[in-house]
């Protein structure tokens, strides 16, 4: 049972525009969530993260966005670059544990 | 500074053999995470150490699957009478536990083909 989900495998979007990643998890007691990116034959790169007791973090291009009510968050990325062409992961911890649960992942393209 | 670091990035394991996995944290790191990350999925927890207790190994596979960090550092896992299904790609992560946030620090992952 996948507590965490990123249902759509793939996204293409055109270099300048809005990337947005969406992720769902079905578990309350998640109070934590990440973003991770991943190039080929290396490791997940730590990109954003989230709190329970917000609604909203950004860092430079990069926003996450929860909605605890409807356990879903989303990562925008604006403007996309053909740079951030990888695998992004979102990721979920719950109080008291230092513990992830990754979703599956999905392949994002930037076009030039 | 370094990062994490794995060894070796690959192994080829014939069904049966014993392999062991060396993991080497940030300095200074406290915690250590090992996950599995099969062809298409997401890395998938296994166990966790605090210092050299091992707090969590719930989600080793088997009784196959052995995990050990004795002096509180490096962290090898250890798979014994490899299966097939034990092909994946093995991520070690730290962090620095008690700075408030999750975020973990990942190696390059060892890819484990068991033919």
């Known amino acids: 049972d996948q507590q965490v989900k990123q249902n759509s495998p793939s996204l293409s979007v055109q270099e300048g525009r809005i990337s947005i990643l969406n992720c769902d998890y079905t578990?309350?007691?998640?109070?934590?969530f990440l973003w991770y990116k991943k190039y080929p034959a290396e490791g997940p790169t730590f990109l954003i993260s989230?709190?329970?007791?917000?609604d909203k973090n950004e860092d430079g291009r990069f926003t996450v966005f929860l909605n605890k009510s409807a356990k879903h968050l989303s990562l925008h990325i604006v403007p996309s670059q053909p740079g951030d062409s990888a695998v992004y992961f979102c990721?979920?911890?719950?109080?008291?544990?230092?513990?992830?649960?990754f979703g599956k992942g999905m392949k994002l393209t930037v076009n030039p | 500074g370094a990062g994490v670091s794995q060894s070796p990035r690959y192994k080829v394991a014939k069904r049966g053999q014993d392999v062991a996995l060396r993991c080497d944290p940030i300095?200074?790191?406290?915690?250590l995470f090992w996950y599995q990350q099969a062809l298409g999925q997401g890395p998938e927890f296994l166990t966790y150490?605090?210092?050299?207790?091992?707090?969590?190994k719930s989600g080793l596979p088997s009784d196959r699957f052995f995990a050990e960090r004795p002096e509180g550092s490096v962290s090898t896992l250890k798979i014994q009478r490899t299966q097939q299904e034990d092909s994946a790609v093995y991520l070690c992560?730290?962090?620095?536990?008690?700075?408030?946030?999750?975020?973990?620090?990942f190696g390059p992952g060892t890819r484990l083909t068991v033919t």
């Open positions: 992560a730290s962090s620095f536990l008690g700075d408030g946030s999750y975020e973990q620090y």
């Open positions: 150490f605090q210092n050299e207790a091992q707090l969590d």
């Open positions: 578990n309350s007691m998640f109070d934590y």
């Open positions: 990721a979920a911890s719950q109080g008291g544990s230092e513990k992830l649960v």
């Open positions: 989230i709190s329970s007791i917000k």
């Open positions: 300095s200074g790191h406290v915690s």
